[in-house]
């Protein structure tokens, strides 16, 4: 009731929102999409929850797909496989921490930056980090960043390797590494205990123009 009062009353077109425990998913759900139904656009969009529903998450995250500038998702407790988007998602940054094996990096290329902290019970090995530098690598996607951070050493290294054998290798300094591959793209890396963030040159050319 308060939802509908506040968007009969003021003319909104883009809005930001926050949901926290102890919101239901279902009622996250609602209020999403009562949002679209009265034809207003999600900007941004951050998601906390501790409970178990990976039937609700999975549809709130089918919902994210239209969110514009940024998403994030803290699922501590999410029981899903792997969740795989009905269509790309708009959204130009995307965050993800808490309970992450959910979350399928191959299925979000089409965000410009991801955030993704793999967090201690990681899935994720060699080959599947290894695969998906390939595929992202040789395409010609809209990602132009991705940021892992909070790494334990085991899966920093996997990282570490896995991108070491994505083509020739130039040390620029002490934490940066600059990759070439076959086709020609170049990738820049920058390696720190615990983070390593991947840039695209197109990406980090964009980075630095903002600054």
């Known amino acids: 009731m308060l939802v509908n009062y506040l968007l009969d009353t003021f003319t909104m077109l883009t809005i930001s929102v926050e949901f926290f425990d102890p919101i239901k998913p279902a009622s996250a759900l609602e209020l999403i999409k009562m949002f679209y139904q009265r034809k207003v656009s999600i900007k941004s969009l951050r998601y906390q929850i501790s409970r178990d529903s990976s039937e609700f998450i999975s549809k709130i995250l089918d919902e994210c797909t239209k969110v514009t500038d940024y998403v994030s998702i803290n699922a501590v407790h999410p029981n899903l496989l792997v969740y795989t988007p009905p269509r790309p998602f708009k959204t130009k940054m995307f965050r993800v921490w808490g309970t992450t094996n959910w979350f399928n990096l191959e299925s979000f290329i089409s965000c410009r930056c991801i ?97």
């Open 115 to 211: 955030f993704l902290n793999p967090g201690d019970n990681s899935n994720r090995t060699a080959e599947t980090y290894s695969l998906f530098f390939n595929k992202w690598m040789d395409s010609d996607v809209r990602l132009q960043k991705l940021t892992l951070y909070f790494l334990e050493q085991p899966e920093y290294q996997m990282i570490m390797n896995a991108l070491s054998n994505q083509g020739t290798k130039r040390i620029i300094d002490k934490d940066w590494i600059e990759v070439t591959r076959r086709n020609g793209s170049e990738f820049l890396i920058e390696a720190v205990p615990k983070i390593v963030v991947i840039y695209s040159k197109q990406g980090y050319l964009d980075c630095w123009n903002m600054i």
